[in-house]
């Protein structure tokens, strides 16, 4: 963005005014959000976590610490010009690359339900895949923005970013994750969108995309019965169907306004795992049409803010990372909210900031971080800076 130049406000004093020329409205809708999950993380998982460990607090405990973890994420990416994180870009996706790696040819991988998507580390383990897409996102903003001006050549600006992201979706396909791998397709095809790329190249990709999807689910029969029971729940009520059924007993319970906070029957070992992919399902029968709606709102707000901040951007970079983060968020809630009410085969992705889990709380808290810092940042035409310096 040539002839403009980057203002960066003042610098906060401590991490409380962080705010300081930064988007306040999608702090405190981040803060909402994160406080009401905690919350009904609670309220969803007492009763297991007792029945388990015998601590009706063991999840909430843990989903506390992960809490004080995010935010201090959040405050310290905040503080970090955007522009800095260019640095990393390619040191971030060989990173993610090396991780899907471990999860595959060592014995660091933990497996559950079937798929191996965490790393032990000793003290602790994270889901590989939540940190993937933040680095996908930095890599394609970083190589889409050095690439403007050849952004709609083939070779230059499409094929690059199109099989480096290739490459990361079989790694997440060996796992195998399919509905995290739909989310990379997603998020490399929209970046692509945003920065320009031929709609001739998109729609060739997509044509590519859509029989190798449909190859993959018939390929696994799981998946395939996954799918014939979101057409038809009830053809196997206590088996393939038996999540959504109870998901949408959930939504019908609640009603208007709710059965009340700690009240619900679903969580009583009706919903599996009710405190995480099915978080929304306890909010909608504990809380009712109402409490799904504001939640429902409020992520509507955060979605809106965060593509006005890129938007806004100064520069091509900012305004695509902006996007790319944004993107991840808007992808992850209305993928979870139209699996819970059975628009959509169930697939387990976390609901950011309110399904229990650490790595999607911390890395959805530092894209918001990342987000505040660009929104903290004003284009001005008193003196000419070309942002290649920064590249």
């Known amino acids: 963005m040539t002839g403009l130049s980057i203002t960066e406000k003042r610098p906060a004093r401590s991490w409380l005014a962080m705010t300081d020329g930064a988007d306040i409205t999608l702090l405190l809708v981040t803060l909402i959000l994160v406080t009401f999950g905690t919350v009904m993380i609670y309220s969803a998982s007492s009763v297991i976590a007792e029945e388990r460990f015998g601590d009706g607090y063991h999840f909430i405990k843990k989903q506390m610490f992960f809490v004080v973890l995010g935010l201090g994420a959040m405050a310290m990416f905040a503080r970090i010009p955007y522009y800095h994180l260019r640095k990393v870009a390619y040191l971030s996706i060989l990173l993610s690359v090396s991780l899907l790696l471990l999860l595959l040819i060592t014995q660091l991988g933990v497996s559950a339900g079937g798929a191996t998507r965490w790393l032990n580390v000793g003290v602790f383990s994270f889901q590989v895949t939540e940190m993937v897409k933040v680095s996908l996102v930095l890599f394609l903003a970083h190589f889409l923005a050095r690439k403007e001006e050849h952004i709609r050549e083939f070779n230059r600006g499409f094929l690059i970013p199109m099989m480096t992201t290739a490459a990361i979706i079989g790694l ?20 692509l969108y945003l920065a320009g790329s031929r709609i001739l190249h998109l729609g060739a990709l997509v044509a590519v995309l859509i029989p190798v999807g449909f190859m993959l689910v018939v390929y696994k029969g799981y998946r395939l019965e996954r799918f014939l029971s979101f057409l038809d729940p009830w053809r196997d009520p206590a088996n393939s169907g038996f999540h959504i059924i109870q998901s949408l007993i959930s939504f019908g319970s609640g009603e208007m306004f709710g059965v009340g906070l700690g009240n619900s029957m679903q969580k009583l070992f009706y919903l599996p795992e009710p405190h995480t992919d099915f978080i929304l399902s306890i909010i909608a029968e504990e809380s009712g049409f109402i409490g799904v709606t504001i939640v429902v709102l409020l992520f509507a707000i955060l979605i809106f803010k965060g593509f006005l901040i890129s938007y806004k951007a100064p520069d091509l970079f900012g305004s695509l990372l902006a996007s790319g983060l944004t993107i991840i968020i808007a992808l992850g809630a209305s993928i979870n909210m139209a699996a819970v009410t059975g628009l959509i085969p169930t697939k387990g992705l976390a609901l950011p900031f309110l399904s229990y889990g650490g790595t999607s709380l911390i890395m959805s808290l530092t894209a918001v971080g990342v987000l505040l810092n660009i929104s903290s940042y004003k284009v001005t035409t008193q003196t000419q800076i070309h942002t290649d310096k920064h590249r």
Do not use: E, H, K, N
């Open 172 to 191: 997440v396909l060996l796992q195998p994750d399919f509905g995290t791998a739909v989310v990379l397709a997603m998020i490399l095809i929209l970046m």
